[in-house]
């Protein structure tokens, strides 16, 4: 079956500009990840939500970074006013239910020149 | 709060040989969950093993093993045989009940194995 999606896989963007990331979980995991990975270390938790409700947004890193799931599949992360810091590659994952093993997307690598 | 601590940052080895990795986890809670992930070098991370906090019994999957020991906080990764196909990088994480969909990540260890 098909696994986590994540589009588009690389993106530049210019410092100050908006962003929007996509990820297509596993049809039917209730529990959606977002997660950043800098260069050589491990993924570092951003938020997660079960099926539509943001459960858990203690990750973001600031105020410029925002998270929805609208109707409990599809996900966006949206960065405003990129800033060079963002440059990461950020995962979604999907699991089945809290505490369960995670299905990860590719990622998208963000660069922000 | 909870963290994930994996020591070792690269191991290298030649094929055939046995690899043990390393993870020691951090946590208040008497219900959690651990988790091994592996990451090769196309990047895609791939869930190999999930453990509950009341299930010391340790596992054996072909040539992987888990060692589990909740007095020393540890949840031990083993390759038996070692593989070229093995290399990569592996990442321990942990989650906390009830917050279970918080997930913490280790830094991750990169194995290389030589021919």
């Known amino acids: 079956g098909a696994g986590v999606s994540q589009s588009p896989r690389y993106k530049v963007a210019k410092r100050g500009q908006d962003v929007a990331l996509r990820c297509d979980p596993i049809?039917?995991?209730?529990?959606l990840f977002w997660y950043q990975q800098a260069l050589g270390q491990g993924p570092e938790f951003l938020t997660y939500?079960?099926?539509?409700?943001?459960?858990?947004k203690s990750g973001l890193p600031s105020d410029r970074f925002f998270a929805e799931r609208p109707e409990g599949s599809v996900s966006t992360l949206k960065i405003q006013r990129t800033q060079q810091e963002d440059s990461a590659v950020y995962l979604c994952?999907?699991?089945?239910?809290?505490?369960?093993?995670?299905?990860f997307g590719p990622g998208t690598r963000l660069t922000v020149t | 709060a909870q963290k994930v601590t994996q020591a070792q940052t690269e191991i290298s080895v030649v094929e055939k040989e046995d690899v043990t990795l390393d993870c020691v986890y951090e946590?208040?809670?008497?219900?959690?969950?651990l988790f091994w992930y592996k990451q090769p070098p196309s990047g895609e991370l791939v869930f190999l093993i999930r453990r509950n906090s009341f299930d010391e019994q340790n596992e054996i999957s072909g040539r992987y093993s888990w060692n589990f020991q909740k007095s020393t906080s540890s949840f031990n990764f083993t390759i038996t045989a070692s593989q070229v196909v093995d290399s990569a990088v592996y990442f321990c994480a942990l989650s906390e009940a009830p917050n279970a969909g918080k997930s913490t990540f280790g830094d991750g260890t990169t194995l290389t194995v030589k021919p």
């Open positions: 994952a999907s699991s089945v239910k809290d505490g369960y093993e995670q299905y």
């Open positions: 939500f079960q099926n539509e409700a943001q459960l858990d």
């Open positions: 946590t208040r809670d008497t219900t959690y969950y």
């Open positions: 049809s039917g995991h209730v529990s």
